[in-house]
């Protein structure tokens, strides 16, 4: 298991095509073009990798350019990668996932990102469901805190939200099926 927090914490060599790295909790990692391997991207770092960052600080910086090598060992070096990287990011987006789900014609209720609430009471109708467009946590010093998916009245003053971040507002339906779609590699 290799990630940018963990190339962090040993030695590491990227050079002619070839990575080598010695991550403490994990074995020895070595990728060479003589040496092809299969792999599966799970995540660039862990989910707390940012926690506390602030913007443009040493940090920041510093972070950046531990998953800037990541992925570039990711992008260049001889792995054949179960699902590649941009691929994976797209389809992780949930606008991307919608209008893929819209162009196979399967049933998706009517969606609307918007920063004004009265476009979305025209759009919709009174009666919509928030979801977060981004991450669904945060923290605000230690306190942590979750976005739920949220039934609201188009009317209602949470709705003000939608200036401050994009959310996706859906049509409120009842469904009678929930769909979820696994892929690996191509199938």
């Known amino acids: 298991v290799v990630n940018a927090e963990s190339i962090s914490s040993g030695p590491f060599r990227l050079h002619g095509g070839a990575f080598e ?10 990728l060479s073009p003589e040496r092809p391997v299969r792999g599966w991207i799970r995540r660039l770092a862990p989910p ?28 260049t070096c001889a792995v054949t ?35 004004e609430p009265q ?6 109708g009174d009666k919509v469901v928030l979801k977060p467009l981004g991450p669904g946590h945060y923290y605000d010093g230690d306190a942590p805190f979750v976005i739920y998916t949220k039934a ?17 507002a859906q049509k409120r339906l009842q469904a009678s099926q929930h769909l979820r779609v696994v892929t690996v590699g191509d199938r």
Do not use: Y
């Not at 506390?52 to 350019?65: D, Q």
């Not at 606008?95 to 920063?115: K, Y």
């Open 48 to 75: 707390d990798w940012h926690r506390g960052l602030v913007l443009e600080s040493h940090a920041a910086a510093v972070k950046t350019a531990w998953q800037s090598l990541l992925v570039a060992v990711i992008r």
């Open 21 to 30: 790295c010695e991550p403490p909790s994990s074995s020895p990692l070595r």
């Open 119 to 124: 476009a979305v009471l025209q759009a919709l």
């Open 152 to 168: 609201v009245a188009a009317n209602d003053p949470e709705m003000s939200a939608l200036s401050t971040a994009p959310f996706l």
């Open 81 to 115: 990668w179960l699902t590649e990287i941009d691929p994976l990011v797209a389809a992780e987006n949930k606008l991307v996932q919608l209008a893929a789900a819209e162009r196979l014609g399967i049933a998706t209720p009517e969606t609307i990102v918007t920063s």
